[in-house]
Antibody, heavy 118, light 110 residues
Framework: EVQLVESGGGLVKPGGSLRLSCAASGFTFSDYSMNWVRQAPGKGLEWVSSISSSSNYIFYADSVKGRFTISRDNAKNSLFLQMNSLRSEDTAVYYC???????????WGQGTLVTVSS | QSVLTQPPSASGTPGQRVTISCSGSSSNIGNKNVNWYQQLPGMAPKLLIYNDNQRPSGVPDRFSGSRSGTSASLAISGLQSEDEADYYCAVWDISLSGRLFGGGTKLTVL
């Protein structure tokens, strides 16, 4: 079964840090670009960051540039998002997603909730 | 306010055909392929349409996509109650070097 499972979410104070992980199974992880997408409570989807299959190309949304770092370990079929200098507006469910179709995100993980609050 | 504009809501009765629009610009829809996602309540999004009009395996052919100029559309024919969900368009933006999602359209089946 093709699957992505996120972990690492939780409650953190403003200015704090958190590292999200995404474990892939059921497909050749190293063949595909990977992405993080977030969804604030009651809001729409917001793309956060993407990384190419060999980590050669990395992109960030302006809202997280300089604070978040995406990385991957193809040997361990894992994707990561290091989040520093967290703000209240970063509160959201964070999804990881693979680009197994032409720029189409599939599959998606179940999401992990990050809450930034004092 | 999203760079990609979708109507906030749409509705239809069972069996009807509904369309959802997504309006962008030459830096995104005008030059890049559009994808569509369905998000059922409380669930993760699911890829519905990729590469403007292609369906992943398992997606019913009631769902179709198209792109023309700087706009794209998702059409759902033979509307069913289980189609009640939020729908998002998405596309790469050349100027921003980033992916954009539309603001989402909440589809209600009356």
């Amino acid at each position: 079964e093709v699957q992505l499972v996120e972990s690492g979410g939780g409650l953190v104070k403003p200015g704090g840090s958190l590292r999200l992980s995404c474990a892939a199974s059921g497909f050749t992880f190293s063949d595909y670009s990977m992405n993080w997408v977030r969804q604030a409570p009651g809001k729409g989807l917001e793309w956060v960051s993407s990384i190419s299959s060999s980590s050669n190309y990395i992109f960030y949304a302006d809202s997280v540039k300089g604070r978040f770092t995406i990385s991957r370990d193809n040997a361990k079929n894992s994707l990561f998002l290091q989040m520093n200098s967290l703000r209240s507006e970063d509160t959201a469910v964070y999804y990881c997603a693979s680009e197994r179709y032409v720029e189409g995100f599939d599959p998606w993980g179940q999401g992990t909730l990050v809450t930034v609050s004092s | 306010q999203s760079v990609l504009t979708q109507p906030p809501s749409a509705s239809g009765t069972p069996g009807q055909r509904v369309t959802i629009s997504c309006s962008g610009s030459s830096s995104n829809i005008g030059n890049k392929n559009v994808n569509w996602y369905q998000q059922l309540p409380g669930m993760a999004p699911k890829l519905l349409i990729y590469n403007d009009n292609q369906r992943p395996s398992g997606v019913p052919d009631r769902f179709s996509g198209s792109r023309s100029g700087t706009s794209a559309s998702l059409a759902i024919s033979g509307l069913q109650s289980e189609d009640e969900a939020d729908y998002y368009c998405a596309v790469w933006d050349i100027s921003l070097s980033g992916r954009l999602f539309g603001g989402g359209t909440k589809l209600t089946v009356l």
